[in-house]
């Protein structure tokens, strides 16, 4: 006689087999990201304030985004002999100079470079040469040329790529060294500003890159459930024009991948995850995107506010503006590329340059005004984020106002 239990044991174990291979065969059609945590290395500059404090105005320290990217390198199982986390006092001139070759000197064949600078960027006054502010800026300080940076990955980084991003005024510069001086490593740029314009105090530009090396789903713009580096960058641009009225630049050099798998993306559950939309809330229009939806909920993210300001709306408070449907149809066009070999990152587009003016603080500071609308109705009017610089909370009941 047959052991009943014995049968019961024989089925279980093919079940285990069939939901294992099912499971192995799903893994195996999820493709790995393309960067590996232990042979990746990180150099992160953020300066939010400045020694010199009558020429670099200061930016609030709350919420620091670049603190966030450095973090996520970190769970992500980059070791912590590979970070450099230079922020404010500790980024000087001479530290910078002498502990970015030392680093770079570490990397071994084969090893990808993430570079991020956040601050202040400047140009000299014939306008060929463009810096990063270091805290100790000034007259008497050697500060730090972007050329100077592509230089010494050049001479000292024994990796075969970097990925070289930028948060700045005049970050664009940065993209165009990798084209000009790039030759033994191969490089992509990604910057949120072009060479010849000034760049928001918002962090419109970081929060987008941490979201898509996070995998998010409104990140991962075709729904295939993978984030690459060329929607990244695709979702940089658009972000940039559509809250900034900036042109974000992203180029490769040599055997760079644009199609770089930064992360696996949680597939989106709703088509319009991902859009770019006006929101009314608290009496006026906000910029925003949809970030998730449920049931007949829409929750969006203000861009340059916090994510505890994110709220779950109706569709009859959301409206598509001419700005978003300016930037999703501009994909293909003038001064956007992706490009291998040709000189110089793109043209500048001067109608749509970002206003600069120096405050009294002696730094940059943005002039944000709201469009004019000759309809009165509900549906047309402004929208406003008038928001304090990098983020803050939304005001509420807030009127527009010509400077932010």
């Known amino acids: 006689m047959k052991n009943p239990l014995l049968r019961v044991f024989k089925s279980i174990s093919v079940s285990i087999l069939i939901i294992a291979g099912s499971s192995f065969a799903q893994a195996a059609s999820v493709r790995e990201r393309d960067w590996q945590p232990q042979r990746t290395w990180v150099y992160v500059v953020g300066l939010l304030k400045f020694e010199n404090r009558e020429v670099f105005s200061s930016f609030p320290q709350t919420n620091r985004r670049d603190a966030q990217l450095v973090d996520f390198f970190r769970q992500q199982g980059v070791p912590e002999d590979h970070i450099v986390f230079l922020k404010d006092g500790q980024a000087t001139s001479r530290r910078v100079h002498n502990s970015f070759p030392a680093f770079l000197a570490k990397g071994q064949p084969g090893d990808l470079l993430f570079f991020y600078y956040t601050g202040h960027g400047y140009k000299s006054d014939d306008e060929r040469t463009t810096y990063f502010a270091t805290y100790d800026a000034g007259e008497n300080v050697e500060d730090w040329a972007t050329d100077s940076i592509v230089r010494d990955v050049e001479k000292y980084f024994r990796g075969s790529q970097a990925l070289l991003t930028a948060d700045t005024c005049y970050s664009g510069s940065l993209s165009a060294q990798t084209q000009r001086l790039g030759r033994r490593v191969s490089y992509a740029s990604l910057t949120s500003t ?23 789903s409104f990140a991962d713009i075709n729904g295939d459930g993978q984030v690459t580096l060329s929607e990244l960058a695709e979702d940089i641009k658009e972000d940039m024009a559509f809250a900034e009225n900036q042109r ?91 490009t291998r070999n040709p000189p110089g990152v793109s043209r500048v587009d001067q109608s749509r340059r970002t206003e600069g003016v120096w405050g009294e603080s002696g730094g940059p500071q943005r002039i944000r005004r709201p469009v004019v609308s000759t309809d009165s109705s509900w549906e047309s009017a402004p929208s406003q984020n008038t928001q304090p610089p990098r983020n803050g909370r939304r005001p509420q009941n807030s009127q527009p106002s010509w400077n932010n």
């Open 194 to 216: 072009s060479a010849s314009q000034l760049s928001t105090e918002n962090w419109t530009f970081t929060e987008m890159l941490l979201e898509g090396l996070r995998g998010k």
């Open 248 to 338: 974000s630049t992203f180029v490769t050099t040599g055997n760079f991948p644009g199609d770089m798998l930064l992360a696996p993306g949680a597939r989106k559950l709703d088509p319009m995850i991902s859009r770019r939309v006006e929101v009314h809330s608290d009496g006026s229009w906000y910029k925003a995107r949809v970030i998730d939806v449920r049931g007949r909920n829409y929750e969006v993210h203000f861009y340059g506010y916090e994510d505890s300001d994110n709220e779950f709306v109706k569709l009859n408070q959301i409206r598509y503006s001419r700005g978003s449907d300016l930037a999703t149809n501009r994909r293909d066009q003038d001064e956007w590329e992706t």
